[in-house]
T-cell receptor, first 114, second 113 residues
Framework: AQSVTQLGSHVSVSEGALVLLRCNYSSSVPPYLFWYVQYPNQGLQLLLKYTSAATLVKGINGFEAEFKKSETSFHLTKPSAHMSDAAEYFCAVSVGNQGGKLIFGQGTELSVKP | KAGVTQTPRYLIKTRGQQVTLSCSPISGHRSVSWYQQTPGQGLQFLFEYFSETQRNKGNFPGRFSGRQFSNSRSEMNVSTLELGDSALYLC????????????FGEGSRLTVL
């Protein structure tokens, strides 16, 4: 069965500092991986996705993630945090032809200090 | 292009009642998925509909049901509400339901008293 583990339910960084949100997955077949962001009282917005093309994936708002099969990881990074990045971030995995079925991690709340 | 629209945005029900939530996908999208989001359980997949057929189902009791109409609009129903059904219910649509981007609505927040 597929699963996703996000390390750290809450991460706090200073404005301008590196953002690193960790995600590890478990899958018996090549996975498709996603990062979503959720702002308060809103739905989820796709930041980026990995679908077996380039292992370094660039997304919106300056975020990127690297797929590392040997480490079963898909960590999300941003070189310089902005106040507007404060939100909850979810890593998710989809396998094969499961269509709209995603398995989400528990989420990481990112706080950005001025 | 209009996004995914969910109605109602907020609602309050009492235990034992039933509720119907509606989702209008992005025009042209044929797949609609539903998720339940709670602080304790996080985001959990309920079911997915494609061309009016349920294609995938999560691990929820039979009190949770859904359907999709010919115009791709979808409804989900929860009968005999329990306190634990209080949650944000999110609908997501995609073009084909293959491994592509899901577009989420803002959700319907259900409170069961």
């Amino acid at each position: 069965a597929q699963s996703v583990t996000q390390l750290g339910s809450h991460v706090s960084v200073s404005e301008g500092a590196l953002v690193l949100l960790r995600c590890n997955y478990s899958s018996s077949v090549p996975p498709y991986l996603f990062w979503y962001v959720q702002y308060p009282n809103q739905g989820l917005q796709l930041l980026l996705k990995y679908t077996s093309a380039a292992t370094l994936v660039k997304g919106i708002n300056g975020f990127e993630a690297e797929f590392k099969k040997s480490e079963t990881s898909f960590h999300l990074t941003k070189p310089s945090a902005h106040m507007s990045d404060a939100a909850e971030y979810f890593c998710a995995v989809s396998v094969g032809n499961q269509g709209g079925k995603l398995i989400f991690g528990q989420g990481t709340e990112l706080s950005v200090k001025p | 292009k209009a996004g995914v629209t969910q109605t109602p945005r907020y609602l309050i029900k009492t235990r034992g009642q039933q509720v119907t939530l509606s989702c209008s996908p992005i025009s042209g999208h044929r797949s609609v998925s539903w998720y339940q989001q709670t602080p304790g359980q996080g985001l959990q997949f309920l079911f997915e509909y494609f061309s009016e057929t349920q294609r995938n189902k999560g691990n929820f009791p039979g009190r949770f049901s859904g359907r999709q109409f010919s115009n791709s609009r979808s409804e989900m129903n929860v009968s005999t509400l329990e306190l634990g059904d209080s949650a944000l219910y999110l609908c997501a649509s995609s073009l084909t339901g293959g491994v592509g981007e899901l577009f989420f609505g803002e959700g319907s927040r259900l409170t069961v008293l």
